[in-house]
């Protein structure tokens, strides 16, 4: 075990990814299509040789920086996506390598974002390597966020002091100078594999008691752990499970909200429940306020019209919105078969700027959910209203307790800053989705779908639903790019672009 994670972890990717194309060969052949699993299978062998000898060629190779490691991040989520498209590119003869890249890129990024609007356009082993590569891109952030992210002060942990020492100076560098990389990446996935695979096998069972096909409930687990919002039937409305299958996912949505669900006491972080985190509280009150918002806001309509008042109906109503809701801000985009109940039972259109807004929030620092995160729009609400504070009584003297505590002193200033690149990436996508003929609206739709990891939120959040397939070659070049830097985050890539990181 030890010599291998003493290879480079760009071919332990490779290795990974080259042994789970076993898995949709498996599935196909079970299935009789054996066109499909021959090429899964073929894959697999070539892809593991070439791993084995790329391995023997880096036996002497051993990186102790952390850069290397973000450098690998890097190339697992634009470089490995070509490795993993050749299968899909394969299997499907009407399909380009561009158009298998770009399925491989938003899967793997847990984006989502699919070509096909049919699900009965691919077959069912491909819907399935589709939710595996999701979900191993999914694993892959888990892991990463804690051993290679938190060390770096990227991805969300910039804002955040750890326990001990003064909030000025308490940041997770000092991780990086206690341990080596691939020995943090062997302790924590040590302890976050069995807990991720564990977690989505418990979904797929309670989602398969609950009436859905094995087949896709377990696409549907391996979805919603990731927050890919993947699925083989084009979506969780047209799942056999209904309202308990729902309820189910809701739950499991928790884990996407805030890193505590799942990594107390990892890499320095608090020890404390669940319902005292920050992140966590941050996301139940926005959910809550939304709810309620658009409830009592479809409820005036319905009372204005004196429609009949349908308890019923405003539950679905109810529901629908918490359910969708829940799913956009934990970038899943999975949408509540309740969610046209709730357009219906009041007679307006769907809200689509809100679950927008939902997407650019996002879930939790260390999460598989995408967006500008919690962590950060918490340290900007603190931030406001302390200044705020300031404003009615100037000499006053803050002190918003234990949790306030725990951000750094820097931590609203930075948190702005990633605003910031967050919105100047936006505008930058859509400029360049406008040079390639899209219209405004549909390339705002479509930048905010891509930085956020939020596939789904193209078909449900403009006014009329936007199709991938129908975008030019250059643009679903650029949306790609654009989901790789959602994922990894801006931060990240100017921290290889500076020198300084490279001198160290």
Same mark, same amino acid.
């Given at each position: 075990?030890?010599?291998?994670?003493?290879?480079?972890?760009?071919?332990?990717?490779?290795?990974?990814?080259?042994?789970?194309?076993?898995?949709?060969?498996?599935? @196909?052949?079970?299935?009789?299509?054996? /066109?499909?699993?021959?090429?899964?299978?073929?894959?697999?062998?070539?892809?593991?040789?070439?791993?084995?000898?790329?391995?023997?060629? #880096?036996?002497?190779?051993?990186?102790?920086?952390?850069?290397?490691?973000?450098?690998?991040?890097?190339?697992?989520?634009?470089?490995?996506?070509?490795?993993?498209?050749?299968?899909?590119?394969?299997?499907?003869?009407?399909?380009?390598?561009?158009?298998?890249?770009?399925?491989?890129?938003?899967?793997? #990024?847990?984006?989502?974002?699919?070509?096909?609007?049919?699900?009965?356009?691919?077959?069912?082993?491909?819907?399935?390597?589709?939710?595996?590569?999701?979900?191993?891109?999914?694993?892959?952030?888990?892991?990463?966020?804690?051993?290679?992210?938190?060390?770096?002060?990227i991805?969300g942990?910039?804002?955040?002091?750890?326990?001990?020492?003064?909030?000025r100076?308490?940041?997770?560098?000092?991780?990086?100078?206690?341990?080596?990389?691939?020995?943090?990446? %062997?302790?924590?996935?040590?302890?976050?594999?069995?807990?991720?695979?564990?977690?989505?096998?418990?979904?797929?069972?309670?989602?398969?008691?609950?009436?859905?096909?094995?087949?896709?409930?377990?696409?549907?687990?391996?979805?919603?752990?990731?927050?890919?919002? *993947?699925?083989?039937?084009?979506?969780?409305?047209?799942?056999?499970s209904?309202?308990?299958?729902?309820?189910?996912?809701?739950?499991?949505?928790?884990?996407?909200?805030?890193?505590?669900?799942?990594?107390?006491?990892?890499?320095?972080?608090?020890?404390?429940p669940?319902?005292?985190?920050?992140?966590?509280?941050?996301? *139940?009150?926005?959910?809550?306020?939304?709810?309620?918002?658009?409830?009592?806001?479809?409820?005036?309509?319905?009372?204005?019209?004196? /429609?009949?008042?349908?308890?019923?109906? @405003?539950?679905?109503?109810?529901?629908?919105?918490?359910?969708?809701?829940?799913s956009?801000?934990?970038?899943?985009?999975?949408?509540? /078969?309740?969610?046209?109940? #709730?357009?219906?039972?009041?007679?307006l259109?769907?809200p689509?700027?809100?679950?927008?807004?939902?997407?650019?929030?996002?879930?939790?620092?260390?999460?598989?959910?995408?967006?500008?995160?919690?962590?950060?729009?918490?340290?900007?609400?603190?931030?406001?209203?302390?200044? *705020?504070?300031?404003?009615?009584?100037?000499?006053?003297?803050?002190?918003?307790?234990?949790?306030?505590?725990?951000?750094?002193?820097?931590?609203?200033?930075?948190?702005?800053?990633?605003?910031?690149?967050?919105t100047?990436?936006?505008?930058?996508?859509?400029?360049?989705?406008?040079?390639?003929?899209?219209?405004?609206e549909?390339?705002?739709?479509?930048?905010?779908?891509?930085?956020?990891?939020?596939?789904?939120?193209?078909?449900?959040?403009?006014?009329?639903?936007?199709?991938?397939?129908?975008?030019?070659d250059?643009?679903?070049?650029?949306?790609?790019?654009?989901?790789?830097?959602?994922?990894?985050? %801006?931060? /990240?890539?100017?921290a290889?672009?500076?020198?300084?990181?490279?001198?160290?």
């Amino acid at each position: 075990m030890n010599t291998l994670l003493q290879r480079p972890f760009f071919v332990l990717l490779m290795g990974i990814g080259s042994l789970a194309m076993i898995v949709p060969a498996a599935h @196909a052949l079970a299935v009789d299509n054996h /066109a499909v699993s021959r090429s899964f299978f073929y894959s697999a062998l070539l892809f593991f040789v070439l791993t084995l000898f790329i391995g023997l060629a #880096t036996a002497s190779y051993k990186s102790t920086l952390a850069r290397g490691y973000l450098v690998s991040l890097l190339a697992a989520f634009l470089i490995l996506p070509i490795m993993l498209a050749v299968p899909m590119y394969e299997s499907v003869s009407r399909m380009s390598f561009l158009e298998a890249w770009f399925e491989s890129v938003s899967s793997i #990024t847990t984006t989502g974002a699919t070509l096909y609007d049919s699900p009965r356009n691919l077959p069912s082993s491909v819907h399935l390597w589709r939710a595996l590569m999701g979900w191993l891109g999914g694993l892959l952030v888990w892991v990463a966020a804690i051993s290679i992210l938190a060390p770096l002060n990227i991805g969300g942990f910039e804002v955040r002091a750890t326990q001990g020492g003064t909030a000025r100076d308490r940041n997770y560098a000092q991780i990086g100078r206690v341990s080596d990389p691939s020995e943090r990446l %062997a302790r924590y996935g040590a302890k976050l594999i069995p807990l991720y695979t564990a977690l989505t096998a418990l979904l797929w069972l309670g989602l398969t008691a609950a009436g859905e096909i094995p087949f896709v409930a377990l696409c549907h687990a391996m979805s919603v752990m990731a927050t890919s919002g *993947i699925s083989p039937v084009g979506g969780i409305l047209f799942s056999p499970s209904g309202l308990v299958g729902e309820f189910i996912i809701l739950f499991f949505f928790a884990f996407a909200m805030s890193r505590v669900s799942f990594s107390r006491g990892l890499s320095g972080l608090e020890m404390k429940p669940l319902h005292k985190d920050s992140e966590f509280k941050l996301a *139940i009150i926005l959910i809550v306020v939304l709810v309620m918002v658009l409830f009592v806001r479809h409820g005036l309509v319905v009372f204005e019209n004196d /429609a009949q008042n349908d308890f019923i109906s @405003a539950a679905h109503a109810l529901w629908g919105a918490l359910f969708t809701i829940t799913s956009f801000l934990t970038t899943t985009g999975f949408e509540s /078969a309740d969610w046209t109940a #709730t357009r219906d039972w009041s007679g307006l259109g769907t809200p689509g700027l809100m679950l927008v807004g939902l997407s650019l929030i996002g879930g939790g620092v260390a999460t598989t959910a995408g967006g500008i995160k919690l962590l950060r729009v918490y340290a900007l609400w603190k931030h406001g209203q302390r200044e *705020i504070e300031r404003l009615v009584h100037p000499s006053s003297v803050g002190g918003a307790g234990k949790e306030a505590r725990q951000i750094r002193r820097q931590g609203a200033q930075i948190a702005w800053i990633f605003f910031m690149l967050f919105t100047i990436s936006i505008a930058a996508v859509m400029v360049l989705l406008a040079l390639s003929g899209v219209q405004f609206e549909t390339a705002m739709v479509l930048a905010v779908s891509a930085l956020s990891t939020t596939g789904p939120l193209a078909s449900i959040a403009a006014e009329t639903p936007i199709s991938y397939a129908g975008i030019p070659d250059f643009a679903k070049v650029v949306l790609a790019l654009a989901m790789v830097l959602g994922r990894l985050e %801006a931060l /990240a890539i100017i921290a290889l672009l500076n020198p300084e990181f490279w001198r160290r």
